[in-house]
């Protein structure tokens, strides 16, 4: 709490001197010492400290990593071999720079996920989610630039699809697309200038992150109830050394996770084709982002239609750049006066089915569009032919022994014919990938407003005391 | 924790769309039936004979079309090398290694005082060298088709799970149907390579088209090809490599009897190796590692327990 | 403050000394620690930086009166074909005058045979006052001692590569080599 009195005193001579001057070990006493910190708060809040974790692994191996990469069309491939093979530990610096990646964003999304339930974005935590919402952000450029310095296949080719999609803006897109690449394609002058955003970005973002927590330490800690704290006696604890132990065990329990990856699979998160250096010639047969940005480019994808004079590339670009600026709108967006989901029957529901929705979009994104989720009957095959005297027709056929005979009847008695496959009707990826999208904003632009107006809250009590008190005894003690 | 179930379902679906986009059409690949020795948990480690193997079979039979540039012949002698030696901790030192560089001829990068090129043999600092000067001189060779360089081709195919790659090799270079290939003559007088198929709904007979080569496990549509049911079209597709293991393709120094899956089980081994040659250290630091991390998860979850022994939460 | 009602600060102070939370904190201390040193080793020389550490070099062609130089990881390294009266100025000086007392046999590495060629010198080529590389015969100018002279703050070095005058404090290294025939030397960092 902002309004809590410091209890800091310094103990030694110098301390004091330097407390007269600048109060920095004060401010941290206050901030992770001190801080009074709800009691109720279950593991998903244990991601902050994970993430601050993420971010300061991150940039420690990035700067590293640095210190030995070329950033070159004609070398870079070679130099992050370099450092796999003949940098002093190497391997394993790149390969924590790597998972460490794709660690940071299951990190965030859990963060996010455990933000959306318990409604730590309403008031007074509207400027802490939207700072959360910025650091999303640049997260997902820090790693778009940064999937491009190997310099792969999928780094030249994923760039190139993404910087593309600037140019479906009207009037300026081309110009922002040849501005951002400097020159006429994806090249050498665009990966420099990606090199150094992608070391510029992280500090930015830790920038963020200590808004994030200013912004944090105002209103004080959300928790699962929504209450806010009453009593600071019965509803808080000090931060350390409650939480200190409490993150740092989840901390570790997380870190196992990302040895496992490390040391075991370092490169399954990836993608193989990124391992055949750049071909400007060639594209890769399948061009999938990494898996953190797949529900956005399965949102992408699902918009193959025009609306009105607006076409469909252009309306995927709006799409999915909306996905993400929607999450800015949600403080507004949701009327509810009942922050956690815990008490809200009703939209707690719709909460998992969003959940799911997001899922189902990172698999529409990972597979190709067309391809059948459910297939509804047999695909069949169709013989077309144009006779003698010109002619045409189809016949649709089950089996291949008739249909081949078919053909080849057409075929000797002077008839041009072919044979091709009628796939069946099905349930594709495109159709599951339009329906999650619609899913996925009605939630944001319809449920969540509507909801918050007409739904019951159900066994909200009254403090995070008495919420507390209720574990053990079934039966709700008389609010103090 | 009711979070945490539709969370799992939704993990699971990912887990399951993340294989779903395998290459187009190609039999899933597989290695030998024992498994890989480097792939097992949690220390396994690489056969270093059959990757001293592997190292023949590249040097005399992938090495005239395939380079791996990113390899230079003292690699061969480092620690986790195939021909690493305690004695010589330093791999520019290895009789061995420096035999094997000195048998090839290169070109130096440094041309000699008058400026002219300079042809020596190679030093174990030096690149493996490149079977031809240039991409396009490959490519000239062998029709148009670029044969890929090898240096990290094990982590280039698969989806990156420890040992795909190396599936992926063996599979392929076991995979080929040329026992199977029967030749007839064409419409137009030259002969025509052909394959009779007749499993399950897969019937038909596949055209091979002039110098390529049918193998399910490589990635493409034999559709063109094939004139049977076109809902049911073989595996694969077609490779400008010819098979190049048949059995006693090299003659193994240690012995070794050179069947065609020896053969294909030790280049896979050793171009396992060179993909990753740092894997015998990650493998040996990942169980103190896990070890030490599950420790200090134990102590945490001791320490918070009694730290919280008293609060009602 | 914000002690919870149902802990005593006292017992946390009293939970703060439990062997548990000491071996927790030493296990994180010892953990941190040993993750330093990968990222501390990682500047150290890599593989490929190790492997270009050597040179072989045939000295067979280098004129008589004249020097070659070459590059080693980098650093400059002077091979000089003296001529007899050099060789027999660098031999001819009272070694206990000099500012690093070095003679010239010293400076010579044994052929595998056990003689020495004192016509072959191989040195350093980075002065040892502040690293600049001296200019010898083949620039023009070989100083007041016939050896080299390093213009940035006028050492001059004489014909067996020993510091006589100027700034810097000692002679110019003889690098670690070996004859590995005749003409051939091998030059090692």
């Known amino acids: 709490m902002s309004g809590h009195e410091s209890t800091y005193k310094p103990n030694t001579g110098i301390e004091k001197w330097l407390d007269d001057r600048l109060p920095i070990i004060r401010l941290a006493h206050d901030s992770f010492v001190d801080f009074p910190t709800p009691k109720n708060l279950n593991y998903w809040y244990t991601f902050g400290g994970i993430l601050a974790v993420c971010l300061a692994i991150q940039i420690i191996t990035g700067v590293v990593l640095a210190m030995h990469y070329t950033a070159t069309v004609n070398e870079a491939f070679g130099s992050v071999e370099r450092i796999m093979r003949d940098v002093p530990f190497g391997w394993l610096i790149r390969n924590i720079h790597m998972v460490g990646a794709s660690m940071f964003f299951l990190a965030v999304y859990v963060h996010m996920f455990r933000g959306l339930y318990y409604g730590s974005y309403k008031a007074p935590r509207e400027v802490l989610w939207l700072l959360g919402c910025v650091i999303f952000l640049l997260m997902m450029a820090t790693a778009f630039l940064g999937y491009m310095l190997p310099w792969g296949q999928m780094s030249l080719h994923g760039a190139n699809v993404i910087i593309n999609l600037f140019g479906a803006i009207p009037l300026v897109g081309e110009g922002i697309q040849s501005w951002l690449m400097g ?58 050394p409650y939480y200190t132990v409490k993150d740092g ?59 009105g004079p607006i076409e469909a590339k252009l309306l995927g670009v709006i799409f999915m750049f909306g996905a993400i600026a929607v999450l800015f709108l949600l403080p507004w967006l949701d009327t509810s006066k009942v922050k956690s989901m815990r008490y809200r029957p009703v939209a707690k529901q719709f909460f998992f089915g969003f959940v799911v929705a997001c899922l189902l979009l990172s698999w529409c994104g990972a597979s190709n569009p067309d391809d ?55 349930f594709r990826f495109l159709h599951l990938s339009q329906i999650m999208t619609a899913y996925y904003f009605a939630y944001f632009l319809l449920i969540l407003p509507i909801l918050g107006l007409r739904e019951r809250p159900k066994g909200e009590p009254d403090s995070i005391h008495q919420s507390i008190l209720g574990h053990d005894a079934p039966a709700a003690a008389p609010a103090e | 924790m009711k979070l945490f179930r539709p969370l799992l379902v939704g993990l699971g679906a990912m887990a399951l769309g993340l294989t779903a986009h395998a290459a187009g ?35 005399e039979v992938c090495s005239s079309c395939h380079g791996m540039k990113l390899l230079s012949y003292r690699n061969l002698g480092e620690k986790g090398g195939p021909f690493y030696s305690d004695e010589y901790p330093n791999a520019n030192d290895n009789p061995l290694v420096k035999a094997i560089a000195a048998e090839v001829e290169i070109l130096d990068p440094n041309p000699d005082e008058n400026g002219d090129p300079v042809y020596r043999p190679a030093i174990p600092a030096d690149t493996f060298r490149s079977p031809y000067p240039n991409d396009q001189a490959a490519m000239a060779a062998n029709g148009g088709a670029m044969p890929p360089d090898l240096s990290v081709i094990t982590k280039a195919r698969g989806h990156g799970a420890e040992g795909e790659g190396a599936s992926y090799i063996y599979s392929l270079m076991t995979g080929y149907k040329d026992d199977k290939i029967k030749t007839k003559v064409g419409e137009d007088g030259l002969n025509v390579n052909y394959i009779e198929f007749d499993d399950g709904e897969t019937v038909g007979t596949l055209t091979q088209p002039t110098g390529l080569y049918y193998n399910p496990y490589f990635a493409g549509d034999a559709t063109p090809q094939w004139d049977g049911d076109p809902r049911h079209v073989p595996y694969g597709g077609f490779l400008a490599m010819a098979p190049q293991l048949p059995e006693g393709r090299v003659e193994y120094i240690d012995g070794t009897e050179a069947t065609t899956s020896q053969m294909a089980y030790d280049v896979a081994q050793f171009l396992q190796w060179a993909g990753d040659p740092k894997q015998g250290q990650r493998k040996s630091l990942a169980l103190p590692v896990m070890i030490y991390l599950v420790l200090l998860s134990i102590l945490l979850w001791f320490s918070y327990k009694r730290i919280w022994r008293n609060v009602a939460h | 403050m914000s002690a919870s009602d149902t802990t005593a600060p006292e017992q946390v102070d009293e939970d703060r000394r439990d062997f548990i939370h000491i071996a927790t904190i030493a296990a994180t201390v010892g953990g941190a620690g040993l993750v330093a040193y990968p990222l501390i080793d990682q500047m150290n020389a890599a593989g490929d930086t190790k492997a270009a550490s050597s040179l072989e070099v045939d000295i067979s062609k280098i004129p008589m009166g004249g020097e070659i ?104 290294p003889v690098p670690d080599y070996e004859w590995v025939s005749s003409t051939l030397v091998k030059i090692s960092l």
């Open chain 1, 183 to 240: 020159g006429p394609s994806v090249g050498n002058q665009t990966l420099q200038r990606f090199f150094s955003l992608h070391y510029l970005l992280p500090f930015m973002i830790a920038g963020v992150v200590i808004l994030h927590i200013w912004a944090l330490h105002v209103p004080g800690n959300n928790n699962p109830t929504g209450k806010e704290v009453q009593d600071v006696e019965k509803d808080t604890i000090p931060f350390h």
């Open chain 2, 25 to 59: 059409g190609a039999k899933h690949a597989h290695g030998p039936d024992e498994g890989w020795p480097f792939a097992k948990v949690p220390a396994g480690q690489l056969d270093s004979e059959s990757v001293q193997r592997g190292f023949q079979v590249y040097k």
């Open chain 3, 69 to 172: 130089r070459v590059l080693i990881g980098g650093k400059p390294f002077f091979l000089r074909h003296r001529t007899p009266e050099e060789v027999a100025a660098a031999v001819n000086t009272d070694v206990a005058k000099l500012p690093d007392p070095e003679s010239d046999e010293d400076r010579l590495v044994q052929l595998p045979d056990g003689t020495r060629n004192p016509a072959i010198l191989i040195t350093s080529g980075a002065c040892t006052h502040l690293g600049c590389v001296p200019v010898g015969p083949a620039q023009g100018s070989v100083g007041e001692y016939g050896g080299w002279y390093c213009p940035c703050h006028g050492s001059h070095y004489d014909t067996s590569g020993r510091i006589r005058k100027g700034p810097a404090p000692s002679n110019l």
């Open chain 1, 372 to 426: 059948p989720v459910i297939s509804m009957g047999e695909d069949k095959l169709v013989v077309s032919y144009t006779d003698v005297a010109g002619i045409e027709g189809t016949r649709v056929f089950e089996e291949y022994a008739p249909a081949a005979q078919f053909r080849d009847e057409q075929t000797a008695a002077g008839a041009t014919a072919s044979l091709a496959v009628q796939a069946a009707p099905a």
């Open chain 1, 249 to 307: 065990f989840a901390i570790v329990v997380f870190l196992i996770i990302f040895a496992v990856f490390v040391f075991y699979a370092p490169n399954v998160l990836g993608h193989a084709d990124n391992y055949i250096e750049a071909n400007p010639l060639v594209t890769p047969a399948h061009i999938v982002p990494e898996w953190y940005l797949l529900p956005f480019y399965a949102i992408l994808r699902a918009i193959t239609f025009n609306i």
